[in-house]
């Protein structure tokens, strides 16, 4: 019996369904489970139900933006320790700041690579390894 390990679990926050639709095949295509939000609000309670190893996170989104979602996240003595990786279009040396300062650990501007993606996790997330499907 071949047994593997349970699939990482990824969350994706963002507005935009093309991005959230994106990140998702991307990331199941390296073999991780992913849940997605479509802002900050709806991300909260998702964080709590699915215990994510690692989110990406848009910064310009309605009601909750990226910025106070990640400091809400980290102030949380529960999911502090989630690593979060802030998604932009905007590359500017001010938010790449300010998502640090909100307690992300990696920015990544839009639009992003699977490589990026990838990249990201494995700095994150120890012992992280993709897994390639291959279509039949």
């Known amino acids: 019996m071949d047994l593997q390990p349970p699939a990482l679990k990824v969350m994706v926050i ?15 295509h390296a073999g991780c489970e992913v849940i997605t939000a479509i802002d900050g609000f709806d991300a909260l309670a998702k ?3 699915h215990h994510p190893r690692v989110i ?5 989104m309605p009601r909750l933006d990226g910025y106070q979602t990640c400091a809400l996240i980290k102030h949380h003595s529960t999911f502090r320790s989630i690593p979060v990786i802030m ?4 590359d500017g040396l001010f938010d790449k700041v300010r998502g ?3 307690g992300s650990e990696q920015f990544l501007t839009k639009p992003f690579s699977r490589e990026e993606l990838l990249g990201a996790i494995k700095a ?5 390894a993709a ?3 291959h279509a039949p």
């Open 14 to 28: 963002d507005d935009s369904r093309t991005i959230r639709r994106t990140a998702e095949m991307l990331l199941k």
């Open 47 to 49: 964080i709590a139900d």
């Open 56 to 60: 990406f996170i848009d910064i310009m």
């Open 87 to 90: 998604l932009s279009s905007r």
């Open 100 to 102: 640090r300062t909100a």
């Open 124 to 128: 994150h997330v120890p012992g992280f």
């Open 131 to 133: 897994v390639e499907q």
